[in-house]
């Protein structure tokens, strides 16, 4: 691959993101972002964790997951527990609620995902997920 092609093929992949992201939000009636429905999803499928810990296990950094906890606290979606021998550590939970709205959440996103990718076959599917999985995997 030539140099100058890879700022094209980033420039290609930034936008298919941003446009899936923008029709998310069309779709979608919650006032959520994807970092929050990312903070959900983890806790759903990993169960009660340390904010660092799923700091960690996204990518984000602690504090820009602090910022988004506001939001997911308020609106009841997750709850905040001290742990009982060392008061400084915190775990976060999804709360009913939270799962209510992981899951309007992930309706949205099958629309926009069979929406999307219904330009593709299945084999060219898999293949796009494999590719980025791989990629993914070289930043490891």
């Known amino acids: 691959m030539k140099e100058q092609t890879i700022f094209n093929l980033l ?7 941003n446009k899936m992201l923008i029709r998310f939000q069309q779709e979608s009636e919650l006032s959520l972002g994807i970092s929050h429905i990312l903070v959900l999803l983890e806790l759903h499928n990993e169960g009660e964790q340390r904010p660092s ?3 960690e296990a996204l990518g984000y950094t602690p504090a820009s997951l602090t910022h988004l906890s506001t939001k997911l606290i308020q609106n009841e ?4 527990r001290h ?8 775990y976060w939970q999804i709360t009913p609620l939270g799962l209510e709205v992981l ?23 898999m293949s796009l997920l494999k590719i980025y999985t791989k990629l993914n995997d070289t930043f490891i």
């Open 53 to 55: 810990d799923l700091a």
């Open 77 to 80: 979606y997750i709850t905040l």
């Open 11 to 17: 420039h290609v992949m930034d936008q298919v993101t």
């Open 83 to 90: 742990d009982e021998e060392d008061r400084r550590t915190k």
């Open 103 to 125: 899951n309007e959440a992930k309706k949205y996103g099958q629309k926009v995902r069979t929406e999307l990718f219904s330009h593709l076959s299945e084999t060219e599917q």
